[in-house]
């Protein structure tokens, strides 16, 4: 659970001043991700949401995510610029390896390279987990999502027309899947994020992607936004 995650002996990295980082979310980055999410609810399509969530609801959702699946934040220095994680697809026992991601990024950070690190690192925990599929939907238009999808490997699967009204227009959703891993019969039930957030093998992909990030912590396009 949440409380685990935050208690856990991760040595997970806090990010410094003027450095990117990623690691996993506690209860006390939620109005810094809310505040992200917020011009998203409010003056695009991208979220399908009318109402920007209350904090309280929005910690719980926090804590409902992360009792199974990552949530990964990126900061900035100390500032948080962007998060992904992934979630329930559907109940039904059967879709249990087969959860739906998520991912926001502030807009002055985007086209930075960073987006592709986070989503990658949130893959790599997902199959440490024993997942096999993701997929992502996409509310139309949004070309630059699409595209994005598409540059990370995702496979188009099919659009569901005029699905939902909002901005005073109707509009479609498209859904992309990407394989995480060979598909095999009798597949072990996916792990608990607290049975693998302990594991030297989940500390590993993290730390990758932090290594990964001093690249663009050298970049002088990158640091001064």
């Known amino acids: ?5 935050i208690n856990s002996k991760l040595n997970i990295l806090d990010g410094c001043d003027k450095e990117y980082s990623i690691r996993l979310i506690n209860e006390s980055d939620a109005q810094s ?5 917020t011009p998203y609810v409010l003056n695009t399509i991208i979220s399908f949401e009318y109402e920007v969530p209350a904090l309280d609801e929005f910690i719980q959702r926090i804590t409902t995510v992360t ?3 990552p949530w990964l934040v990126c900061l900035y220095g100390s500032k948080i610029i962007g998060y992904t994680y992934a979630g329930k697809y559907k109940s039904r026992t059967a879709y249990q390896w087969s959860p739906e991601s998520t991912i926001y990024m502030s807009p002055e950070f985007h ?8 989503y990658e690192t949130l893959f790599s925990l997902l199959r ?15 070309e630059e999502s699409t595209g994005f ?5 995702f496979q ?3 659009i569901f027309r005029n699905v939902g009204y909002k901005l005073g227009n109707w509009h479609d959703t498209h859904w992309f899947q990407l394989k995480l891993a ?8 996916p792990k608990k994020l607290y049975e693998v957030a302990s594991a030297s093998a989940f500390q590993s992909v993290l730390d990758a992607a932090n290594e990964r990030l001093k690249i663009l912590n050298t970049d002088k396009r990158n640091i001064n936004p």
């Open 128 to 142: 440490l987990q024993g997942y096999y599929n993701v997929y992502a939907c996409i509310g139309l238009p949004n």
């Open 33 to 37: 991700v809310l505040d992200i999410y």
């Open 182 to 189: 060979g598909h095999i019969l009798n597949p072990l039930t």
């Open 149 to 153: 999808h598409k540059a990370m490997g």
């Open 1 to 5: 659970n949440l409380k685990f995650l």
């Open 111 to 118: 086209h930075r390279g960073i987006a592709r690190i986070l």
């Open 156 to 158: 188009e699967i099919g």
């Open 67 to 69: 009792a199974d699946y």
